[in-house]
């Protein structure tokens, strides 16, 4: 929903002791050890209730704007995960963290230790652990004969409502996958909010191939959470592509754990009217020999505002460092805006590093250029636009997939 | 070239102390009474008074920005600073006339000869007042004022009080604050429409005593079409115990008017530098902070520029070499506030053993204005493998008519490029001199010449030992 | 007699051997050249012989006019008088070629001697012009962006500046095209005399067309195998190095 400020909402319900306690006896069948992770977080998410007001991590933001203030309550709803469990085989699973936690929780609970990202959104990150009554649940072992290709769809409820997902993707040695996720909305009138939390756990030479696209309704607040883990020469490509909901919180965070990891973090933003993007990314090296490269690159257009922030940390005992990090952005109109934090914190000398910002406008040549063949402002901006962001669109290994990215885009400009 | 002769004296330049007796004396600490007692002794009007206590109080109450910069910052204890030491309020007009212990002190610094050679004005503080003020005396037939802040709110407040504290509010930071409350010396300088110095003028700032705090105040006021370069050096013994160097620098430069500020911080490893430096660039004119951090403990500067007037130009060049011991958080801050203003950035630092240096900037474009620029170029260059660098820049943009391009790198010297140049007979200490020297060598060509040959000896000595 | 005496060489890389017992001795006043493959240690003994740290010189003797190598550090033995020019001379930003070679010439005075800054210029642009380098290079970064031909140039009018007892070329022929092969080797050829030795490290007989060597090794896995006089180059022009090969395998 789009916030009213003349009608400011009242805590939610689901910030009272009372909420967490029923929901915990209605969870009452979930394993011990989810029983405690869910006790902990809501522990924590009571001492960090005062945040002081000046966290960098929130520089630029307008943090009201990001809060939970506006929910009613918790949709548990288990349709809004959707994937395909028979895309799995007998070495893969794929399966939707409900059915897990009924059919074989254990699963699970290798993994509930992982934490992360933990770039500044304290509270999403505690309300999704608290709150997650879905999410999905992805392991990839075994060497595969033919590519293994992936779908998962998230679904935002209706207005009002926020449902928390918790998700892992779990990719054993040597192993390889595509993974496409898609956020979206059941309908125009489906204006609630989505918070995802997303563990990767990379294998040593594993390759994972990672494909976001978020067109949720307008209205909607999305507050997406992940954080991989990268082990001995593993590879990461993550491509995201943010156009929908009025908010978003996104935070992306790559540890290179181990010699010759790679990871590779791109991503686009289309935004419009009075869409916020709060992007906040970190590739930290902790081993020798990785690299990473991030590039984030944004369009807007009416009084959209971005904010990029990010980081490159280099550890002393990351020696032979290759990393990364462009930020570009392409402003649209007088009241859009478009903020840049790019960070380093080089604690090793003998390091390759570098990052970029640039912020400007159209290219006016070209815009003449297009207007003197008889193309209308609106169209040419838009065809402008759309060559700017196929630098990440073109990361897409999937024409089809790349010409429905393209056809979105579109009708942003209409 | 890098031929490092025996330059213990050198190396260690400012590193002396003479005894000096003090007329003026504050104490310990820092209380009204101490606020009241500096006004009291240069006798000051009554709203300067209530401008400091009222500073007093925003200090009190500001908390230390640790939240974003180095907790370091608590290991000052304001409560063991002396605030002010001085031997009287009125600087000399000649060497002759300054006191032997004090003048003794400036010509093994070399001021006086400096000054004979290329200079068009000096002034010489110890610890918290002017020793020694002159300007050549055809300027002063031209109306250029050149004097201490004393004297400069005393007798022309027509002209600077109008700007005083309008630059950078007291409230600006908590240093600001403390600057506000206890400023002593300093200069204020103006300089009559038109009227452009061929030559610099140039304050340099000793702290003489231990466990003293300077605080000067720097107001510059280039009016419509003048031109001034104004250059600051300095120098502290090295004590066991922490010293505290906050500065407020303010500069106006009225329209087409152009103002160079260069500054050589050489302070010694115990000195906490703290210090802001802000101008109001007003239409056409041009703003050009040259920044140079060899020395310090922790130095926190970033040089800004108002850009509130039609095609304003502001700039920053910056150089910092942090040794073992130092951290040198520096940077730049461009807020952009009249259409076609352009502003440009470049900053190098280098850190050397354990030293750490950090690059902060911050770059404002509002949506209304049209055509606005900015370029920053920020590049680090790390020695050791203990070295450590960080760059944290905030570029804020809106609408759809600026520029903005910031590019910031991180690199070392290869041990290809030493081996090198040592296959061609130089030694390792040599090579890495040279390469320190390349990486830096663009910007320091800005500067000039006098200081340019300064630098690269201060950086060659610095370098001295930092291999292995 | 003043030579290059090398006896007995073993050189390792990361516990790897890649010269197994070398030995090769070059009076003053002769050029020698090392032909052979790739990989078969050329480079390596160039590199050793000035000491560069990745080369660990586990046995063996490299005496120069006396003064013995090993043990020495880079710049020491570039003072004693042993000048390399590399196969890929490094890129230095912000160092002039101007200002390197001024500080490489003080590092040979002594203290008390005065650098005479004319006397210095008349002579550099004298070799550059000898060399076709354009006067405008003095200022450029040492070998910052320039051209495989530029850097190699730029080698020998270090070269030439220096003033030598003994010069390594390693494989200075390779990116050259014929003009600039014929440029560099006059500016080689003019400096030969009775009191310097050369060493040229080379794949292809080219360049032995323009700097005719007194003698020509061939190098095979790390040690001399054949040497003889400069028809030897020519011989293995044409049959390649299978040649060699085979007959060390028969």
């Known amino acids: 929903m789009i916030i009213d400020k003349k009608n400011p909402a009242t805590t939610p319900a689901f910030f009272s002791e009372d909420y967490f306690e029923s929901f915990a006896s209605n969870h009452s069948w979930e394993p011990g050890w989810l029983a405690d992770l869910r006790k902990e977080s809501w522990a924590t998410l009571q001492e960090n209730e005062l945040v002081s007001l000046k966290d960098e991590r929130w520089r630029f933001s307008p943090k009201s704007r990001l809060g939970y203030s506006h929910f009613k309550s918790i949709s548990e709803s288990s349709n809004s995960i959707n994937l395909d469990p028979a895309s799995g085989s007998p070495q893969n699973i794929l399966n939707t963290v409900d059915n897990i936690l009924l059919d074989n929780p254990d699963l699970i609970a290798d993994f509930a230790e992982i934490q992360g990202p933990n770039l500044g959104a304290t509270q999403s990150y505690h309300l999704t652990n608290t709150y997650f009554t879905n999410g999905f649940f992805l392991k990839v072992s075994g060497i595969q004969n033919q590519k293994l290709h992936l779908l998962v769809n998230h679904t935002c409820p209706e207005e009002r409502f926020v449902t928390f997902h918790k998700n892992y993707v779990i990719l054993d040695d040597f192993t390889e996958v595509t993974l496409v996720e898609n956020f979206i909305s059941e309908n125009v009138f489906s204006q609630g909010g989505l918070s995802n939390l997303t563990h990767f756990k990379i294998g040593k030479g594993a390759k994972l191939n990672r494909i976001l696209i978020q067109n949720m309704a307008e209205g909607t607040s999305f507050h997406n959470l992940e954080n991989f883990d990268l082990h001995a020469d593993s590879l990461v490509v993550n491509v995201q592509c943010h156009l929908g909901a009025n908010q978003s919180r996104i935070e992306t965070k790559g540890n290179l754990l181990e010699p010759g990891a790679n990871f590779e973090n791109f991503s686009f933003v289309s935004g419009r009217g009075k869409q916020l993007f709060d992007q906040r990314t970190e590739q930290y090296h902790f081993a020798p020999h990785c690299s990473s490269n991030l590039l984030a690159k944004n369009v807007l257009q009416d009084e959209a505002k971005s904010i990029f922030a990010g980081l490159i940390k280099v550890d002393p005992k990351a020696q032979q460092t290759n990393a990364l990090q462009t930020n570009r952005n392409l402003l649209l109109s007088r009241d859009a805006e478009a903020d840049s934090l790019p960070g380093l914190e080089i604690l090793a000398n003998d390091v390759s590093c570098t990052h970029g910002a640039t912020t400007s406008r159209l290219n006016q040549e070209e815009l003449f250029y297009l207007l003197s063949r008889g193309i209308e402002k609106k169209s040419a901006e838009s065809l402008i636009s759309l060559g700017f962001l196929e630098e990440i669109i073109g990361k897409i290994q999937d024409e089809e997939l790349t010409q429905r990215i393209r056809e979105m885009v579109y009708t942003h400009f209409k | ?468 | 007699m003043s030579t290059l005496k090398v006896q007995n060489l073993s050189v390792y890389i990361e516990d790897k051997p890649i010269l197994n017992d070398f030995s090769l001795e070059i009076p003053y006043g002769e050029v020698h050249a090392i032909m052979g493959p790739n990989g078969s240690g050329k480079s390596t003994l160039s590199k050793a012989l000035a000491a560069h740290p990745n080369y660990d010189i586990r046995n063996g003797t490299a005496e120069l006019d006396g003064h013995n190598l090993i043990d020495m550090e880079p710049d020491e033995i570039s003072r004693a008088g042993l000048f390399l020019a590399f196969q890929y001379p490094i890129e230095v930003p912000g160092v002039t070629i101007a200002n390197f070679i001024r500080a490489a010439i003080q590092a040979r005075m002594e203290e008390s001697k005065l650098f005479k800054a004319v006397d210095y210029y008349k002579k550099l642009y004298q070799k550059m012009d000898d060399l076709g380098i354009d006067r405008n290079f003095t200022a450029r970064s040492l070998n910052d962006g320039f051209s495989g031909g530029e850097k190699k140039r730029c080698e020998i009018l270090q070269m030439a500046m220096l003033d030598p007892k003994f010069c390594i070329l390693d494989e200075t022929d390779s990116g050259l095209d014929i003009d600039a092969l014929r440029v560099v080797s006059a500016g080689v050829n003019s400096m030969r005399s009775s009191n310097r030795g050369f060493l040229v490290i080379t794949h292809y007989q080219r360049l032995l067309d323009y700097i005719v060597p007194d003698k020509v090794h061939v190098m095979w896995e790390g040690k001399i195998v054949r040497s003889g006089d400069k028809d030897l180059a020519s011989e293995l022009e044409s049959k390649g190095y299978d040649w060699i090969k085979e007959e060390l395998a028969a």
């Not at chain 2, 003479?18 to 240069?42: M, P, Q």
């Not at chain 2, 007042?129 to 050549?136: G, L, P, W």
């Not at chain 2, 620098?249 to 802000?278: D, M, P």
């Not at chain 2, 320091?444 to 340019?452: G, K």
């Open chain 2, 1 to 468: 070239m890098i031929k490092t002769n025996p330059i213990e004296v050198d190396r260690e330049k400012g590193n002396f102390h003479y005894n000096t007796d003090y007329e003026f004396d504050a104490g310990i600490g820092l209380s009204e009474d101490v606020v009241r007692y500096i006004s009291g002794v240069k006798k000051e009007d009554s709203w300067l008074q209530d401008f400091r206590l009222k500073a007093l109080q925003t200090f009190e109450k500001k908390r230390l920005p640790t939240h974003w910069a180095t907790n370091d910052l608590e290991n000052i204890d304001f409560d063991v600073i002396r605030y002010y030491l001085s031997k009287g309020q009125m600087p000399s007009r000649t060497w002759e006339e300054v006191p032997d212990d004090v003048k003794s002190t400036f010509e093994r610094l070399g001021i006086p000869e400096q000054e004979r050679k290329f200079l068009a004005g000096v002034e010489a503080q110890f610890d918290s007042e002017a020793a020694y003020s002159r300007m050549k005396d055809d300027l002063t037939e031209k109306g250029v004022i050149f004097v201490g802040s004393t004297e400069g709110l005393k007798d022309h407040p027509e002209i600077f009080k109008k700007w005083f504290g309008k630059v950078i509010p007291t409230s600006d930071n908590k240093f600001s604050a403390l600057n506000s409350a206890v400023f002593s010396g300093g200069s204020f300088i103006y300089v009559p429409p038109g009227v452009k110095l061929e030559q610099p003028l140039q304050a340099y700032f000793r702290i003489n005593a231990e466990n003293f705090g300077q605080f000067e105040r720097t107001l510059i006021i280039a009016d419509e079409g003048a031109e001034i370069t104004y250059m600051e050096g300095c120098t502290a013994p090295k004590f066991e115990t922490s010293t505290l160097h906050s500065a407020v620098v303010e500069l106006v430069a009225l329209r087409g008017a152009k103002i160079q500020y260069v500054t050589v911080q050489n302070w010694s490893n115990n000195v906490f530098n703290l210090v802001t430096k802000r101008a109001m660039a007003h239409e056409e004119s041009e703003v050009r902070w040259i920044d140079c951090n060899i020395g310090s403990r922790l130095t926190m500067k970033y040089p800004g520029v108002i850009l509130r007037g039609r095609k304003a130009r502001g700039e920053v060049l910056s150089i910092a070499l942090a040794n073992d011991g130092q951290h040198q958080d520096t940077g730049a801050k461009m807020v952009h506030a009249a259409d076609e203003t352009t502003s440009n950035v470049i900053a190098k630092s280098v850190s050397i053993g354990e030293g750490r240096s950090t690059y902060r900037g911050l770059v404002q474009m509002p949506g209304h204005l049209k055509h606005c620029k900015n370029n920053t170029e920020c590049d680090a260059l790390l020695i050791n493998s203990d070295s450590q660098t960080d760059t944290y820049p905030a570029i804020t943009v809106q609408g759809e008519d600026h520029s903005v391009q910031h590019e910031a790198s991180v690199s070392k010297v290869s041990a290809e490029q030493i081996f090198y140049m040592q296959q061609r007979g130089l030694s390792e200490g040599d090579a890495m001199s040279m390469c320190v020297n390349g990486f830096v060598n663009d910007l320091i060509r800005e500067f000039p010449m006098e200081y340019s040959v300064e630098l690269k000896r201060l950086i060659d000595l610095e370098m001295e030992g930092s291999v292995g």
